[in-house]
């Protein structure tokens, strides 16, 4: 079983940032793609971005790319999400999710994750 630990949500101002970190308790971590997603309030979950397992690929959302950056070290177990020019509809419960031994090609999906994290919070201000 794989735990998924989301930090470093809060309160951010419009235009600001906001670095998330997932820490993953599982020992194939290297061979996990991951995965962002985000719900905002009275929304459906939707999908932010997806790591390969070397890190070498990325994809995001269309309307995210350009503010916000998915990375990972693996060597530390851990998927992070940097978000810039935050606006207030960025505001959301942001999930980081694990997928072993998966397919990047479908990381834009949540049916191809196997756990999720508990969720952390990310409140915009305007």
């Known amino acids: 079983q794989v735990q998924l630990l989301e930090s470093g949500g809060g309160l951010a101002q419009a235009g600001g940032s906001l670095r998330l970190s997932c820490t993953s308790s599982g020992s194939t971590f290297s061979r996990d793609v991951m995965g962002w997603f985000r719900q905002a309030p009275g929304k459906e979950r939707e999908f932010v971005a997806t790591?390969?397992?070397?890190?070498?690929?990325?994809f995001y959302a269309d309307s995210l790319e350009e503010r916000f950056t998915i990375s990972r070290d693996n060597a530390k177990n851990t998927v992070y999400l940097q978000m810039t020019s935050l606006k207030p509809e960025d505001t959301a419960v942001y999930y980081c999710?694990?997928?072993?031994?998966?397919?990047?090609?479908?990381?834009?999906?949540?049916?191809?994750?196997?756990?999720w994290g508990q969720g952390t919070e990310v409140t915009v201000s305007s």
């Open positions: 999710a694990a997928s072993p031994g998966g397919d990047f090609n479908r990381g834009w999906s949540e049916s191809e994750y196997n756990y």
């Open positions: 790591i390969s397992w070397t890190g070498s690929h990325t």
